[in-house]
């Protein structure tokens, strides 16, 4: 099956720096990646869909300026969190659809990515 | 707004029980329907899927799930679970022709051996 690789795994930074998560489709092209943040106990909360060469489309009240997302090329989106604050720890999860398949809007997941703001 | 509701947060069962896990979802549209699990310490991988045809699909590990259009319904079942089973399992929907999926708060299922 499709493979999707997230890095870092874990990351712990200091308050007010930026912290880069990448995510890579192994095994395939991605047209339509997608970044989720889940909080203890709850759901799977969509962040963004990023489209590959063009801007992400963010979901209600996920700050784009705080949460940068590039996706250069069919393989490969990044989530940057700017200027990261405690209330910024999280899990983020990325998922991506194989092109083609969105239609079926089946998704392969990342391993996720713990961040801890300290 | 579209919404997914899962009924049990957390199950805890012995090897051998049977299981239903709950899942209704808000929308009145053609969906595609999923759920998937969680195993610890692993990635969210697909359990099983429904698109169209028969409602009753079948997934990987002796898990099935029934999807009910009248009662916007997609349970999913086993009929005897194993220690194997624990992980977090989460219904999603996703509506026909979209690009967003959304997921249930999940259900964290305890098998005891």
């Known amino acids: 099956g499709a493979v999707v690789s997230q890095h870092p795994s874990r990351v712990i930074c200091k308050s007010g720096t930026s912290v880069k998560i990448e995510c890579r489709s192994l095994?395939?092209?991605?047209?339509?990646m997608f970044w989720y943040r889940q909080f203890p106990k709850q759901s799977l909360m969509l962040m963004a869909t990023?489209?590959?060469?063009?801007?992400?489309?963010?979901e209600q009240g996920v700050e784009k300026d705080k949460f940068l997302i590039n996706h250069a090329s069919l393989t490969l989106s990044t989530l940057t969190v700017t200027s990261a604050h405690p209330e910024d720890s999280s899990f983020y999860i990325c998922?991506?659809?194989?092109?083609?398949?969105?239609?079926?809007?089946?998704?392969?997941f990342g391993e996720g990515s713990r961040l801890t703001v300290l | 707004a579209q919404s997914v509701s899962q009924h049990n947060h957390h199950v805890i069962l012995s090897e051998a029980a049977s299981l239903e896990l709950g899942c209704n979802y808000s929308?009145?549209?053609?969906?595609?329907l999923f759920w998937y699990v969680q195993y610890p310490g692993q990635h969210l991988q697909l359990l099983l899927k429904?698109?169209?045809?028969?409602?009753l699909v079948k997934g990987i590990k002796g898990f099935e799930a029934e999807f009910i259009k009248s009662k916007f319904s997609f349970n999913l079942r086993k009929p005897s679970v194993q220690w194997s089973d624990t992980a977090e399992y989460f219904c999603a929907v996703n509506m026909a022709g979209g690009f967003k999926t959304i997921f249930g708060a999940g259900t964290r299922l305890f098998v005891k051996a």
């Open positions: 998922s991506a659809s194989v092109s083609g398949g969105e239609e079926t809007g089946e998704l392969f």
């Open positions: 929308y009145g549209g053609t969906v595609n």
């Open positions: 095994d395939f092209q991605a047209t339509t």
């Open positions: 429904y698109f169209s045809g028969d409602p």
């Open positions: 990023s489209n590959e060469g063009s801007k992400a489309t963010y």
